[in-house]
T-cell receptor, first 114, second 114 residues
Framework: QKEVEQNSGPLSVPEGAIASLNCTYSDRGSQSFFWYRQYSGKSPELIMSIYSNGDKEDGRFTAQLNKASQYVSLLIRDSQPSDSATYLCAVNIKSGGGADGLTFGKGTHLIIQP | DAGVIQSPRHEVTEMGQEVTLRCKPISGHNSLFWYRQTMMRGLELLIYFNNNVPIDDSGMPEDRFSAKMPNASFSTLKIQPSEPRDSAVYFC????????????FGNGTRLTVT
């Protein structure tokens, strides 16, 4: 059973602070990890991808992966009100080759307070 | 470059009616995915295709649901007969084939069954 767990929130962070979003997954075979942002009434959009242990930085966003702990996180530095959205953690598991569907967590609702 | 195109954007129908949702993936993407999103269950993978071939339909909730991909640029998801519990947002997504390829989502179809 593939499971991806996130705290649903809401997570409230003051503007300019660091927002920290966390995700755990159940399958040790998981090999690729993604963070999507979804605004209310919109479709998910890709923010970050990470495939190996450690940190990956892209602008104000940093993804962190620890496969031993089955844990992936997203840090948002200098949080802006426009970062207020639901953040979805997604995990891909290799089976039989080719692309398999991503398994998504239910998302963390982030609110950046001006 | 056009993104994933879904139609219709909104669909309101009565219980028992047939519903057909349509999707055009991004050109060059050879994997296509149908997801359903509800508040209670989040994003659920229904079925996915690689090179127009259905690979895993274990997420399709019942025999009332069927999906086809007659060619690389078109897919349909059909519900017959529809029920109120089918009300949700249905997303189509596409990607290049490969474990590390992220999904690109369409704008979704909001289905309401009364």
């Amino acid at each position: 059973q593939k499971e991806v767990e996130q705290n649903s929130g809401p997570l409230s962070v003051p503007e300019g602070a660091i927002a920290s979003l966390n995700c755990t997954y159940s399958d040790r075979g998981s090999q690729s990890f993604f963070w999507y942002r979804q605004y209310s009434g919109k479709s998910p959009e890709l923010i970050m991808s990470i495939y190996s242990n450690g940190d990956k930085e892209d602008g104000r966003f940093t993804a962190q992966l620890n496969k031993a702990s089955q844990y992936v996180s997203l840090l948002i530095r200098d949080s802006q009100p426009s970062d207020s959205a639901t953040y979805l953690c997604a995990v891909n598991i290799k089976s039989g080759g080719g692309a398999d569907g991503l398994t998504f967590g239910k998302g963390t609702h982030l609110i950046i307070q001006p | 470059d056009a993104g994933v195109i879904q139609s219709p954007r909104h669909e309101v129908t009565e219980m028992g009616q047939e519903v057909t949702l349509r999707c055009k993936p991004i050109s060059g993407h050879n994997s296509l995915f149908w997801y359903r999103q509800t508040m209670m269950r989040g994003l659920e993978l229904l079925i996915y295709f690689n090179n127009n071939v259905p690979i895993d339909d274990s997420g399709m909730p019942e025999d009332r649901f069927s999906a086809k991909m007659p060619n690389a640029s078109f897919s349909t998801l059909k519900i017959q007969p529809s029920e109120p519990r089918d009300s949700a947002v249905y997303f189509c997504a596409s990607s290049r084939q490969g474990l590390n390829s992220p999904l690109h989502f369409g704008n979704g179809t909001r289905l309401t069954v009364t």
